[in-house]
C-alpha cells in the first residue's frame, strides 16, 4: 500500500532518524538483521596486517568510534607500502626506506629498520615479542625486537614479495618475488624446507595445517603443513591474486585483478567455486571478513556481499583503494581526503531509504592507501600525500 506520509513528513522523519546518531542505529542491521554487535575492548591489537593469519582484517570484540572521532595524534610519514601493524605499544609502519616504529600514545619515532638502500617493506607480523618484518629486497626477512628494532636473526632470501605469517611454534612462513614458499625455523631463521609455486607469492594466509598462497600467475594454491608442505589443491583465477583471506569452515575467499571475487570450497571439492560475484571485482588492498559478510573496496566503490551465497547486500559510492578494517558491528574505510565508518549491516531500510549506513567521516591529508587497522581503540590510517599535501599517519579515537 502506498505511503500516505506526506513528502514533508518523511523529510522530518528521516532527518529525526538521521539526527538520532548512529548510537541509536549501531545494532541495526539491513532491514531489521541485527548482524555483529559493537566491540567493548579498548585494549585490542592489530598484529598482522589483516588482523590474524587468516587475513579476515576483522576484530570482533575491538572497541573503536562509532558515532564519530577524533585525533589521537597525526604525524607526517614515509608514503606507506603496506598496512599499518599495531602491536606492543607501536605503531608499525611500512615505507619505501624501512620499516618505522612509532609510539602508540604520542606518535614519537622509537625506531626504524631499512636494511639495503630501498628495502620497499611489507608489513611485519608481531608475534610473542618478536617483529617479523620482510623486505622486497635482500636480505628478505628479519626478525626483530619491537622496544628497538634490534635484530634477533635475518634470513638472506633475496627478495620477499608478501608479508608473513607465523604459526605457534615461532616458525615463520614467506613468499619470495621468485616464486616460493619458504619455512623459517623459530629463534634462528634458519630455511625448513622451500616450496616452488608459479608466479611471485602476493599474498599467504594460515589456518593450521593449511596455508593457502596466492601468486601474481592468478594461482591459488592450497598447502598442508606437517613437517613439509603437501599440496591439497591448486586453483587458477583468471588474473593476479590482489586479496585473498580463509573464510570460517577452511573456505578460501579471493579476489583477483580485472575479475571477482570468489569462494573457493576446501575439502573434496578441492578450490572449486562455492560462488563468485563480480560487484565484488578487484579488491584492491584487501578483504575483511567480518560476521556473514565480506567486504571489498576499488576505485568503483565500496562492497559488502554475504559470504554463505555470495549475493551483493550493499555498497557505498566512492573510490577506496585502501583495504577495510571491521570491528565489532562497524567498517572502516578510506577514499579521498577522508577516513569513513559504515553500520556493518549498511543501516536499515526506512521507506526505501538506506539510514545509518554511513556513521561518520573524517578529514585527512590525502587519500589512506594500503589498508587501515584498528586497535587500542582506536582507527590506525596512513595516507600518500599528494602535490601540496604530505604522507601521514593518523590514529583516531572516539569522539
Avoid at 613468499?175 to 630455511?191: F, K, Q, Y
Avoid at 601474481?216 to 594454491?221: F, K, L, S
Amino acid at each position: 500500500m502506498p505511503s500516505t506520509r506526506s513528502p514533508a513528513t518523511r523529510r522530518r522523519l528521516l532527518a529525526g532518524l538521521a539526527a538520532g546518531g548512529a548510537a541509536s542505529l549501531a545494532g541495526c542491521g539491513s532491514l531489521g538483521d541485527a548482524g555483529p554487535t559493537p566491540g567493548t575492548d579498548g585494549s585490542t591489537e592489530w598484529p598482522y596486517p589483516a588482523f590474524d593469519p587468516r587475513a579476515s582484517a576483522y576484530a570482533p570484540d575491538a572497541a573503536a568510534p562509532r558515532e564519530g572521532a577524533t585525533e589521537r595524534w597525526t604525524v607526517e610519514t614515509p608514503r606507506p607500502t603496506d598496512r599499518p601493524v599495531v602491536a606492543a605499544g607501536r605503531v608499525f609502519l611500512p615505507g619505501p626506506d624501512a620499516l618505522h616504529a612509532l609510539d602508540l600514545d604520542t606518535g614519537e619515532s622509537v625506531w626504524s629498520v631499512g636494511p639495503g638502500e630501498s628495502p620497499w617493506t611489507n608489513a611485519p607480523a608481531v608475534v610473542d615479542g618478536t617483529v617479523y618484518a620482510t623486505f622486497r629486497e635482500p636480505p628478505g626477512a628479519v626478525a626483530l625486537d619491537p622496544e628497538d628494532g634490534t635484530e634477533v636473526w635475518r634470513a638472506d632470501l633475496g627478495p620477499v614479495s608478501a608479508p608473513p605469517v607465523v604459526d605457534d611454534d615461532g616458525r615463520c612462513y614467506v613468499g619470495t618475488r621468485d616464486g616460493r614458499l619458504v619455512a623459517l625455523e623459530a629463534g634462528t631463521g634458519e630455511v625448513a624446507w622451500s616450496y616452488d609455486l608459479f608466479g611471485e607469492v602476493v599474498a599467504l594466509t594460515f589456518r593450521p595445517p593449511t596455508l593457502v598462497v596466492g601468486t601474481t600467475a592468478g594461482e591459488v594454491y592450497a598447502l598442508y603443513e606437517s613437517d613439509g608442505p603437501r599440496e591439497l589443491w591448486r586453483r587458477k583465477v583468471g588474473g593476479k591474486v590482489v586479496a585473498l583471506a580463509q573464510a570460517d569452515g577452511g573456505d578460501t575467499l579471493v579476489s583477483a585483478f580485472g575479475g571477482k571475487l570468489r569462494r573457493l570450497a576446501d575439502g573434496a571439492h578441492t578450490g572449486s567455486d562455492r560462488w563468485s560475484n563480480r560487484d565484488g571485482g578487484t579488491a584492491q588492498g584487501g578483504i575483511a571478513v567480518a560476521g556473514d559478510l565480506v567486504f571489498g573496496g576499488n576505485l568503483a566503490g565500496l562492497t559488502a556481499c554475504g559470504t554463505r551465497e555470495g549475493g551483493t547486500e550493499w555498497t557505498a559510492s566512492g573510490e577506496y583503494p585502501a583495504g577495510p578494517a571491521a570491528a565489532g558491528d562497524t567498517v572502516y574505510a578510506g577514499r579521498e581526503g577522508e577516513v569513513v565508518a559504515f553500520a556493518h549491516s549498511g543501516g536499515f531500510g526506512v521507506e526505501g531509504f538506506a539510514v545509518g549506513r554511513q556513521r561518520w567521516s573524517h578529514a585527512v591529508s590525502g587519500t589512506p592507501l594500503e589498508g587501515l587497522a584498528v586497535a587500542d581503540g582506536a582507527v590506525i590510517a596512513a595516507t600518500g600525500g599528494g602535490e601540496d599535501e604530505e604522507s601521514r599517519t593518523y590514529v583516531l579515537d572516539p569522539a
